[in-house]
């Protein structure tokens, strides 16, 4: 049974108009986490929550907002896209415990194409 | 800013041949992860290496932390078509963020 759900998997959007990225998860877990990732790169760290304390990363783009409206759901905004956002979109949780090892779960990520 | 450099970046070999996939970083990580991931899907995480030198087997596939926590190794062996996919190593840091490679893409022919 899948852990992680992104919806949709593949969104087209236009230039300029906003969309929104859902992720849900099964795991109950605190922690949830919003990666970019283009072609050929690595995915890289937009912001994540700790329960509802949102941590931002210093160069996510104001562009790019957030919303976790329960433990279960989260949210990425993406107010006005432009063509440089064409990405794949990953959302990962984990459970928020003190150890290091920690897993993180990935969802299957939303391809993300503006025209 | 931590960053981890992978090599190669594309890899394409012959199954039943053996390779090595590098990672490496001027900075020293708590802990580093190896994930696959496959067309369409997020990564999958493989293993997490905690101590220096410490090597981990998952089957056919090594992994080893460097003595000094900056640098991990992913050797496979006897390759097998169905181990194609794009690996990544992410370095643990603080608030168990991750810090990504820019990833090995592996393609095993038959």
């Known amino acids: 049974d899948a852990m992680v759900i992104q919806n949709p998997r593949y969104q087209v959007t236009q230039f300029g108009k906003p969309v929104t990225l859902s992720c849900s998860q099964t795991?109950?877990?605190?922690?949830m986490y919003w990666y970019q990732q283009k072609s050929s790169q690595a995915p890289k760290l937009l912001f994540h929550y700790y329960d509802k304390d949102f941590n931002n990363e210093a160069d996510t783009p104001d562009n790019f907002q957030s919303r976790r409206p329960n433990t279960s759901f989260c949210f990425l905004d993406i107010r006005s896209p432009g063509l440089g956002d064409a990405a794949m979109y990953l959302c990962?949780?984990?459970?928020?415990?003190?150890?290091?090892?920690?897993?993180?779960?990935f969802g299957p990520g939303t391809r993300l194409l503006v025209l | 800013t931590q960053l981890l450099e992978q090599s190669p970046q594309f890899l394409s070999i012959q199954e039943g041949e053996n390779l090595t996939v590098y990672c490496n970083s001027s900075s020293v990580f708590s802990s580093l992860q190896w994930y696959r991931q496959e067309p369409g899907e997020g990564p999958v995480l493989l293993v997490t290496v905690v101590t220096g030198g410490e090597v981990k087997k998952l089957k056919r596939l090594t992994f080893q932390f460097g003595d000094a926590r900056k640098d991990s190794s992913l050797h496979i062996t006897a390759a097998q078509p169905g181990d194609t996919g794009l690996y990544l190593c992410a370095g643990v840091r603080g608030a168990q963020k991750l810090v990504f490679g820019q990833g090995t893409r592996l393609t095993i022919n038959p």
């Open positions: 990962a949780t984990r459970g928020g415990g003190s150890e290091y090892q920690e897993t993180q779960y």
């Open positions: 795991l109950n877990h605190n922690v």
